[in-house]
Structure formats: structure tokens, C-alpha cells
């Protein structure tokens, strides 16, 4: 069984920067795409970036792209997702996923193992 913990949520002003952290554990984390997901009360589930098992292919969503970067470290079995020049809009609660499928099942938001989520607040 997977087990996603994210870390690294909170309340910052736009501009500033936030980095997501997510800790797998439970299986060969190599051998799954990671995402990362957003959702705000009311709305449907988004997707915003995903990373290939070996971390050589990564895709953003249109609203994230050139601000937000994920990588991921195979030795630790974790994935970050590094956000700058944040928005009032990109407050969320931010969900790690994991998948045995392509990235292009990730960006479908077909994840086989969700966390919990962190909450991200920014303020204008």
C-alpha cells in the first residue's frame, strides 16, 4: 500500500515563494508518476504538474507553467514541487498523487494513491 505525506503548506503574500514536499512510502517509488493537484472548496480537482518515474519528462498546467517546478528524488522517495511568484489564485489545498500509468494518465488525473493534501494561502 502507498502512503503519500505532503508537507510544506502555509500562508504567504503574492510574490513570495513555497515549496511542496511530498514523502512516499510503501513501494518502488521509481516506478510510479508522481502529480501534484489543487482544489478550493466548491470546485472540481486540478491538475498541476506531474513527473515521470525516472524524472526526465515533466508537464504543467497552463496556469503553473514558468512559475512552478516538480522534481522529484528517487534516492529519497520524495517529489517537490517548487512554486514561485505566487498568486491569490493559486490558494488551494495541494494533493500529491502517485501513479503506475504515463504521465498523460496523470494529467488526466488518473492517480492511483492520493495524500491527504496541504493547504497553500496566498494573500494579496
Known amino acids: 500500500q502507498v502512503v503519500l505525506v505532503e508537507s510544506g503548506g502555509g500562508l504567504v503574500q503574492a510574490g513570495d515563494s513555497l515549496t511542496l514536499s511530498c514523502a512516499f512510502s510503501?513501494?518502488?517509488?521509481?516506478?510510479?508518476?508522481m502529480g501534484w493537484f489543487r482544489q478550493t472548496p466548491g470546485k472540481d480537482r486540478e491538475f498541476v504538474a506531474t513527473v515521470s518515474g525516472t524524472g526526465d519528462s515533466a508537464y504543467y498546467s497552463d496556469s503553473v507553467k514558468g512559475r512552478f517546478t516538480v522534481s522529484r528524488d528517487n534516492a529519497k522517495d520524495t517529489v517537490t514541487l517548487q512554486m514561485n511568484r505566487l498568486k491569490p489564485e493559486d490558494t488551494a489545498r495541494y494533493y500529491c498523487?502517485?501513479?503506475?500509468?504515463?504521465?498523460?494518465?496523470?494529467?488526466?488525473?488518473?492517480?492511483?494513491?492520493w495524500g491527504r493534501g496541504t493547504q497553500v494561502t496566498v494573500s494579496s
Open positions: 510503501g513501494r518502488t517509488f521509481g516506478s510510479y508518476t
Open positions: 498523487a502517485a501513479g503506475a500509468g504515463r504521465p498523460s494518465e496523470m494529467v488526466a488525473g488518473r492517480g492511483d494513491y
